[in-house]
């Protein structure tokens, strides 16, 4: 089955970065768009940039320029680079395909900057 296990949050003070990993399973990654989701507390779960299998790449206005989207196709990993992190950034991170498979969703991994 489809699978995603995200990895690589942490607690960071305003400014630093991160690096979020997610592997996935279960069908052929490489032809697939891949995305990395947000939900943070008391809101609903949002993209926040897309990869798609040439590599081309989007983002979101909140994060464009801050945060930089990735693939391995050799490894079914994609990565999520998170610079200039701020409050707002904090939320629980997810991967999935864009569009995303409803009933695949992973764990997920907390990110969380404290000012």
């Known amino acids: 089955q489809v699978q995603f296990v995200e990895s690589g949050g942490g607690l960071v003070q305003v400014g630093g970065s991160l690096r979020l990993s997610c592997a996935a399973s279960?069908?052929?990654?490489?032809?697939?768009?891949i995305g990395w989701y947000r939900q943070a507390p008391g809101k609903q779960r949002e993209p926040v940039a897309r990869?798609?299998?040439?590599?081309?790449?989007n983002y979101a206005d909140a994060v464009k320029g801050r945060f930089t989207i990735s693939r391995d196709n050799a490894k079914n990993t994609v990565y999520l680079q998170m610079n200039s992190l701020k409050p707002e950034d904090t939320a629980v991170y997810y991967c999935n395909t864009f569009g995303p498979l409803p009933d695949s969703w992973g764990q997920g991994t907390q990110v969380t900057v404290s000012s």
């Open positions: 279960g069908f052929t990654f490489s032809i697939r768009a």
């Open positions: 990869i798609g299998s040439s590599g081309s790449t």
